[in-house]
């Protein structure tokens, strides 16, 4: 079903400015740009690849509009008001064009509008989506020679967006995208939409990236994919996901593996046991449930029962070290009765989930779930939602509490404004504060005993 990649450049006009623009006169010596980004983990690493491409033709990275010839905005179209975001962001911008900047949009709402933002806001030169990056060098030859429509909307491709350069922003943790586009269904989600089919990396290109990565000084890397463990190795090795994270903590110099996020159909106990078998594969498991209710999560088509997810949940339990279990939940999807929330609230008292992000369901453009009757009222899905994470809150606090007196290994990423103050991630990823008269430790990693919690960090000191 893979077509060859077939971009549209320059396709509704193919017209090349007269006047020239910021890009045609600087293209590749002084031009600049500014990329903003909003949305997931995947989006944040995919920003960092383009300013990568990027940088590798000459352009310079800085932190305004203002001073960019190049404003690029990364954009996610999940719920519908980071959709509206883009475009009240994208009125600001209307009058950087007269200026002969150029402005282009990346990303979801990239694929889902399309050409369409070209008609809503004609200032904009670049609407590319995420399975067209790879295509990104070709288009910014066609914005450099003046073009002002440039399209990259094809996502029937296989191709994954691998860069030579890739500009990291955060200093300790290497984000590594292991599989790109999702082939499940769930009837909420535009992400198959706009992001395309599955198509999983080659395992010696993870691994050569990886090694690049520990050479640069990273001890920590994340591996990204919308379903991270239907990975899928493409190369004769046919490397299981489980293989491949084992693999990828041999490397020297890697402390530590993480990945993000797991589908709870394709985790399988091979994953649990590459966690007990090496201790360098992070105590944590992001394993998105959505709702407690089995006919909720079949409406939802999720492809799993509560009683399913459950044994999946067992079956982490069951490792010989603990091991965090976090989640997405959506509230007041559509059908969702009272019943069913409280099957959800039921849910987090029977998993103990360490931490989790929560929605309001948001009725998407090309989703099945688009067709059932969003009959929830705003406020009714307001107040599950209130009433859902204080829950979580009840249930943070307890669990945190019992960690006081237990010793965590941090990895050391930020100081906080307070004289003295530190804080980093333990393997479980939990955020853990304390206080240190050490000149520099960023990027270190420190072993703190915990004095104290709360619902949403530990508190601690220097173990001795
Ligand atoms: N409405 C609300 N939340 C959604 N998510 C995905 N699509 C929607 C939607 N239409 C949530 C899911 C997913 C997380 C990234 O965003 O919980 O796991
Ligand atoms: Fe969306 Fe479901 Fe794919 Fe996750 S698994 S990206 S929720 S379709």
Redesign the pocket.
């Known amino acids: 079903m893979n077509k060859p990649f077939d971009i549209e450049l320059g396709q509704l006009t193919g017209q090349t400015s007269s006047l020239g623009n910021a890009l045609t006169a600087l293209a590749g010596q002084h031009a600049t740009f500014f990329l903003e980004t909003f949305g997931c983990q995947m989006n944040d690493h995919d920003s960092e690849k383009v300013a990568g491409v990027l940088l590798s033709r000459g352009y310079r990275q800085v932190e305004t509009p203002e001073a960019a010839s190049l404003i690029l905005y990364n954009t996610c179209s999940i719920r519908e008001k980071a959709a509206q975001k883009v475009f009240s962001r994208l009125g600001e911008y209307r009058e950087k064009q007269s200026e002969g900047k150029v402005i282009g949009v990346l990303g979801c709402v990239a694929q889902q509008e399309g050409e369409e933002i070209f008609k809503r806001a004609p200032w904009v030169s670049l609407v590319c989506g995420s399975a067209s990056y790879s295509k990104l060098p070709e288009m910014l030859t066609r914005l450099e020679a003046g073009n002002h429509r440039v399209t990259g909307l094809d996502t029937d491709t296989d191709e994954t967006f691998e860069t030579e350069v890739t500009r990291r922003d955060n200093p300790w943790r290497a984000y590594l995208t292991i599989i790109e586009g999702?082939d499940?269904?769930?009837s909420?989600?535009?992400?198959?939409y706009t992001?395309g089919p599955e198509r999983s990396r080659a395992s010696d290109s993870i691994l050569r990236e990886v090694q690049q990565v520990a050479e640069l000084g990273y001890s920590e890397v994340q591996l990204l994919g919308?379903?991270v463990n239907s990975y899928a190795d493409p190369t004769p090795r046919r490397m299981r996901f489980s293989e491949l994270l084992l693999a990828v903590a041999d490397v020297p110099g890697i402390r530590r593996v993480r990945f993000t996020?797991s589908?709870p159909s394709d985790f399988t106990r091979d994953i649990v046991d590459a966690i007990e078998a090496e201790p360098k594969l992070c105590d944590h498991v992001h394993l998105?449930v959505?709702s407690g209710s089995s006919k909720v999560l079949q409406a939802m088509q999720?492809t799993y029962s509560r009683e399913e997810y459950l044994e999946k949940i067992a079956m982490i339990r069951a490792a010989n070290r603990p091991i965090a279990i976090t989640t997405d939940i959506i509230v007041g999807f559509p059908g969702e009765t009272e019943g069913d929330f409280e099957e959800t609230l039921s849910l987090l008292d029977e998993v103990g989930y360490d931490s989790l992000f929560s929605f309001k369901y948001s009725p998407r453009p090309n989703t099945p779930s688009l067709a059932m009757k969003d009959t929830i009222p705003e406020e009714e899905k307001s107040r599950r939602l209130g009433v859902l994470q204080e829950k979580q809150r009840e249930i943070q606090t307890a669990r945190n509490a019992v960690l006081v007196g237990e010793t965590f290994e941090v990895l050391v990423s930020g100081k906080s404004r307070r004289e003295n103050q530190w804080f980093g991630y333990s393997t479980s990823h939990r955020v853990i504060n304390f206080a240190s008269q050490a000149k520099e430790l960023l990027g270190t990693y420190v072993q703190i005993r915990v004095t104290g919690s709360g619902p949403n960090n530990l508190v601690g000191e220097h173990a001795v």
Request: some cysteine; aromatic content about 6%.
């Open positions: 999702c499940k269904a769930c909420y989600c535009v992400v198959p992001r919308q379903t996020t589908h998105p959505q999720r």
